[in-house]
Nanobody
Framework: QVRLVESGGGLVQAGGSLRLSCAASGFAFNKYAMAWFRQAPEKEKEFVAV????????YYARSVKGRFTISRDSAKNSVDLQMSALNTDDSAIYYCAVDQHMYRTSPRVAQEFSYWGQGTQVIVSS
């Protein structure tokens, strides 16, 4: 079955960096866009970044553009999120998700994703 396992979260000071990873299994990884979402306490889940099935195209939320980089490794069936210049607004649980349709470029709405990981928590201290 489909399995997504996130790792790499933790506590970091404002201005610091973290790299999140998502190990994927149970589906044809190379055929699906992958995304990261996040959810802060008492807030709705929000889109962070998406990378298409080829790895050649990526899109970011305005709030993270220029600070976060999404990448994927087809050999490892993994997708990473490199986060830098973190601020307290970035504190949230970060989720990895797989698109519900094959071969799409930039799905960005949570309802368009069919499977989710359990999440990894990121806490940015001031």
């Amino acid at each position: 079955q489909v399995r997504l396992v996130e790792s790499g979260g933790g506590l970091v000071q404002a201005g610091g960096s973290l790299r999140l990873s998502c190990a994927a299994s149970g589906f044809a990884f190379n055929k699906y866009a992958m995304a990261w979402f996040r959810q802060a306490p008492e807030k709705e889940k929000e889109f962070v970044a998406v990378i298409d099935y080829t790895g050649g195209n990526s899109y970011y939320a305005r709030s993270v553009k220029g600070r976060f980089t999404i990448s994927r490794d087809s050999a490892k069936n993994s997708v990473d999120l490199q986060m830098s210049a973190l601020n307290t607004d970035d504190s949230a649980i970060y989720y990895c998700a797989v698109d519900q349709h094959m071969y799409r470029t930039s799905p960005r709405v949570a309802q368009e994703f069919s499977y989710w990981g359990q999440g990894t928590q990121v806490i940015v201290s001031s």
